[in-house]
């Protein structure tokens, strides 16, 4: 099936023209670029992130998009030092900050946006100013609802540089993109997967795809960094027999809060030689096709997966060529779609050469947002480098003043262009001794040296 032909088979099955027309008056268009923004980064709509330590300081993540004016809103105050360390050792412009009580949800700070009275008109005087775009993690229904409610209060030009919320879920949802990458690309772009809503039907799947390769999983939709799967081996699967596996499904639906309806993934977990994605920038109509922002590799952790942190490719050209070709063409589908801003595809380079996808990120991410970072620090050519969260239990209770000083001269000066490390999601350092850091170098073998042997020797945890 051509481009154009996938992208009206899904706009009428699933109704987008007359889903889109309500919030046409608030998506972003190339004329509104330069508008004051405000940033945040609301992840409420992603099941079990709530799980994850310290989570509600992810939000500060919006911080390292915004620029000189803009605003960026969470439910958490900044690390003391933080924003002082963006403004003028980043050299990323001054920005203010907004918090908000989010209640009961840490992580719904639109909602929150919306049902605090000052608030919202704190938001709609800035949109009164030259009106207002925003920039979230990922487009989800709150947001466009929040950009609705300050565009009521003001009749201002209020846009969110996202996409709506039915294109979203198109990129986000494993079963929507499945059917997006089949419609495109044809069959065989994909580990092979059966998807059902029955307890019995996912048993019976587990089974059959058993006899494909030596693990399968089970996948929730809508999850991220792998918190939705759960992968078993496909000879314990097979010894188990059926009433075994289906208690292995039922298991693992109630861990993780399944209520019946929807759909779940049975898939073949596919051995892989690498796990990399193709970054993209879908531009708003008329202003141009999607941009490449660069091929990764992912670094990722235990049996199921779960991402870490990530560093640009060095797969051979042919891989890239062929993985960089076939995301283009989903790339181009999406944004004729409606989808506008960040966006990445997730792949599998299997043992015998072929590549395959495994699913879409519609959202910024733990890749795009040190790329974003990094291609901001130096506009003139990305030097090589990589991207990774840390945490040590001995990092408990160290404030983010002292992380610094530990680095001393290591640590990135735009102004004085020295130093090798750059911090971010520092929130959760005192309390859980975790962050993000950013090792660069003059080569690969640099930044793994940085990595491994640098960064631990400035944390006092041993080389």
Known sequence: ????????????????????????????????????????????????????????????RARLRARGGDVHVASTPASAGYERYCRDVLGLGAVELLTVDPGD???????????????????????????????PFLGAEAIWDLAAAVAAETGARVRVLAPPPPVTWIANDKANFEDLVTA????????????????????????????AGPSVALKRLRCASAMGNEVFESAAIRRRGFPGVLEIVRGFLERTGWEGGEDVLAVCWEPATSSPSTQWWLPPPGAGEPILGGVYEQIL??????????????????????????????????????????????????????????????RWGGTSTPMNLVDR????????????????????????QQLLARFGDTVLDRGSETGRFLFYNVGPLEEFGKFDVVALGSSRAHVEELMTRELPRRLGLGA
């Open 105 to 135: 949800d840490r992580l719904a700070i639109a909602r929150a946006c919306m049902e605090n009275r000052a608030f919202l008109d704190r938001l709609a005087a800035l949109a009164r100013r030259g009106g207002l775009v925003v920039e």
């Open 301 to 362: 952790a235990g049996e199921e997966g779960v991402f870490v942190g990530s560093r640009p490719s060095s797969l051979a050209a042919e891989v890239e060529e062929r993985i960089v070709a076939r995301s283009g063409r989903l790339a181009v589908a999406l944004q004729r779609l409606g989808y506008v801003g960040r966006c990445s595809f997730d792949h599998l380079v299997l043992p015998d050469g072929r590549v395959v996808f495994t699913e879409c990120n519609g």
């Open 184 to 211: 495109v690309l044809g069959p065989g772009c994909l580990p092979e997967s059966r998807r059902s809503a029955s307890a019995e039907a996912l048993a019976r799947a587990l089974l059959e795809l058993s006899e």
């Open 1 to 60: 099936m051509t481009v154009d032909a996938a992208v009206a088979e899904f706009r009428d099955r699933l109704g987008l023209e007359r889903r889109l027309r309500p919030i046409e008056p608030f998506r972003y268009r190339a004329s509104d670029a330069g508008t004051r923004t405000l940033h945040l980064d609301d992840f409420a709509a992603i099941p079990f992130l709530d799980g994850v330590s310290g989570v509600e300081h992810y939000q500060h």
């Open 377 to 400: 620090l130096y506009p003139g050519g990305r030097p090589p480098y990589q991207a990774q969260a840390f945490v040590h239990p001995e990092l408990v209770g160290t404030t983010f």
